[in-house]
């Protein structure tokens, strides 16, 4: 069962460090900033992932019977989430390359994996259930001990949920009033209205250039596909909103990129920029 352990220490690592990313942060160059990323969603799962390989590994290793049907859930799980992501993948394939065919082979592939996984931990039921009655009592409460220490954590991450929740509803509706305001023509007044970063760094008339070129080019905005989002810490009490949009205009696609600082319950404009061929070509 070295191997188990060994694989379950792994995971734990792995999902430990995706946690710490998400809530600590990956510096961007752009900015030099750290942010915090992809949602509380994906931390909170990240931190659930963690401690349960970890239970899994505490299970192991002291052979307790509760660990071989954990491993039973973590081995569906993990074939669930293959057949899922693969399938999907294999599905985008282009129809010239037969995507069915491809999503078949994902199908056989997870299963024959799944069923050599399975049957291989079926028969390490008697590692568990040998020694299951000589079990010291201190260890069920060793183990009590890492569950309630496990549910304090993720509390504690459902109570910064809150915060972070509501400065990226106010980032949307800060983009919302923007495109408004482009829509109307309302350059100058965007301008006036965003942060003194954006001031200091940008003049009036690049800015109000660049608003109008962006209308005059691409027309009103007709859809929003959110990408990357995050929240930036400065020290103190600064702090930055950082939003990635595909936006679909009338007359063409743009890649825009807002940053929001925070004062409070409102958002001024730090910075935007946009990334678009039709733009960039005329």
Avoid at 175 to 182: A, G, I, P, S
């Amino acid at each position: 069962m070295r191997a188990a352990k060994i694989n379950c220490a792994l995971a734990c690592a792995l999902s430990l460090a995706a946690f710490i990313a998400i809530i600590r942060g990956i510096r961007l160059p752009q900015t030099g900033s750290l942010l915090i990323g992809h949602g509380i969603l994906a931390a909170i799962g990240a931190l659930v992932t963690a401690l349960v390989f970890a239970v899994e590994f505490y299970g192991i290793h002291t052979k307790a019977p509760f660990a071989w049907k954990l491993g039973w859930a973590i081995l569906a799980a993990m074939l669930l989430r293959f057949l899922v992501v693969g399938g999907s993948s294999a599905l985008q394939v282009p129809k010239i390359d037969q995507p069915w065919v491809a999503f078949g082979t994902v199908m056989v592939i997870g299963s024959v994996v799944g069923a050599y996984w399975g049957f291989w931990w079926k028969r390490q039921k008697d590692y568990f259930t040998a020694q299951s009655s000589v079990i010291p009592k201190t260890r069920t409460k060793e183990l009590a001990v890492v569950l309630c220490i496990a549910a304090l954590v993720l509390a504690g991450v459902v109570l910064i949920s809150g915060p972070v929740a509501k400065y990226h509803e106010l980032g949307h509706q800060a983009v919302k009033q923007f495109h408004e305001q482009l829509a109307s023509e309302q350059y100058v007044e965007i301008y006036d209205a965003a942060d003194e970063t954006l001031r200091d760094t940008t003049s009036k008339s690049d800015f109000v250039n660049l608003l109008q070129s962006v209308h005059e080019r691409l027309g009103d905005v007709e859809s929003l596909n959110p990408g990357w989002q995050g929240i930036a810490f400065h020290g103190g009490q600064r702090m930055t909103i950082s939003e990635y949009f595909d936006t679909k205009f009338a007359h063409g696609n743009g890649i825009e990129w807002f940053v929001w600082q925070a004062h409070d319950n409102r958002l001024t404009l730090g910075r935007y920029q946009i990334k678009s061929s039709v733009v960039t070509s005329r």
